[in-house]
């Protein structure tokens, strides 16, 4: 593998700025002043870094007025993790849904696996606690066994689809009401680690995301 160049580090690393403060079109970037001081960097590193960033049609310059942003923040999150942009079209939100729910049997296995009793029960009674119809609490239920999976790449894995998840999971792309259908399932899946129960647990995340690709499908 290639090793990346500091220009090449700093573009990702400008990208995920712009994820992570969600900027939108034509919102005003720091300085490269400031862009060199917060990414301990030279200027020169910074323009290059940016003059990549504008041919990629991701940022403009307005001399003298500065560096503006050309991409809504969902174009943005498989840039830095797949090196690719993407239509947020619902078919590609089914797509994302099966890899999401095959990543997470894989997580459900390992919990099982390598979780001590008393560290299942505590996941469990702190997870039945949370309101997933909020789809930070629903994405915090989902993050605890990738976390207890003890599987790093995994939990990558899952920060990347979280980042991407967190900038579409809205309207137009699904509605607010989206994921309630599933619900009952969540309750089978918690039940199911609790009881060790691997088969059980997998067929819940199986029936959570098919429940929600038929509520995508039908909206």
Same mark, same amino acid.
């Given at each position: /593998?290639?090793?990346?160049? !500091?220009?090449?580090?700093?573009?990702? +690393?400008?990208?995920?700025?712009?994820?992570?403060?969600?900027?939108?079109?034509?919102?005003?970037?720091? %300085?490269?002043?400031?862009?060199?001081? /917060?990414?301990?960097? %030279?200027?020169?590193?910074?323009? +290059?870094?940016? @003059?990549?960033?504008?041919?990629?049609?991701?940022? @403009?310059?307005?001399?003298?007025?500065?560096?503006?942003? !050309? *991409?809504?923040?969902?174009?943005?999150?498989?840039?830095?993790?797949? *090196?690719?942009?993407?239509?947020?079209?619902?078919?590609?939100?089914?797509?994302?849904?099966?890899?999401?729910?095959?990543?997470?049997?894989?997580?459900?296995?390992?919990?099982?696996?390598?979780?001590?009793?008393?560290?299942?029960?505590?996941?469990?009674?702190?997870? @039945?606690?949370?309101?997933?119809?909020?789809?930070?609490?629903?994405?915090?239920?989902?993050?605890?066994?990738?976390?207890? %999976?003890?599987?790093?790449?995994?939990?990558?894995?899952?920060?990347?689809?979280?980042?991407?998840? %967190?900038?579409?999971?809205?309207?137009?792309?699904?509605?607010?009401?989206?994921?309630?259908?599933?619900?009952?399932?969540?309750?089978?899946?918690?039940?199911?680690?609790?009881?060790?129960?691997?088969?059980?647990?997998?067929?819940?995340?199986?029936?959570?995301? +098919?429940?929600?690709?038929?509520?995508?499908? *039908?909206?």
């Amino acid at each position: /593998m290639m090793k990346k160049t !500091s220009s090449e580090w700093l573009k990702n +690393e400008i990208i995920r700025y712009i994820v992570r403060m969600g900027l939108r079109p034509d919102e005003k970037l720091p %300085s490269e002043r400031e862009l060199s001081e /917060m990414f301990s960097v %030279s200027r020169t590193t910074v323009r +290059e870094a940016v @003059k990549m960033l504008e041919e990629k049609g991701i940022v @403009k310059v307005e001399a003298p007025k500065g560096i503006f942003v !050309s *991409s809504e923040p969902h174009e943005l999150i498989f840039e830095v993790s797949f *090196s690719t942009k993407f239509a947020p079209t619902k078919n590609f939100i089914i797509d994302l849904l099966r890899v999401r729910g095959a990543m997470e049997e894989l997580a459900v296995e390992l919990t099982i696996m390598n979780s001590r009793d008393a560290e299942i029960f505590r996941a469990v009674e702190d997870l @039945k606690t949370l309101n997933l119809v909020d789809p930070d609490q629903d994405m915090k239920f989902h993050r605890r066994f990738f976390e207890m %999976s003890g599987n790093a790449v995994l939990m990558n894995f899952f920060e990347a689809f979280n980042d991407l998840l %967190s900038v579409i999971w809205h309207p137009p792309f699904v509605e607010r009401t989206f994921g309630r259908a599933s619900l009952p399932y969540h309750k089978d899946l918690l039940q199911a680690i609790a009881d060790r129960n691997l088969h059980s647990a997998k067929d819940a995340v199986r029936k959570i995301i +098919e429940t929600d690709i038929k509520i995508l499908i *039908s909206s």
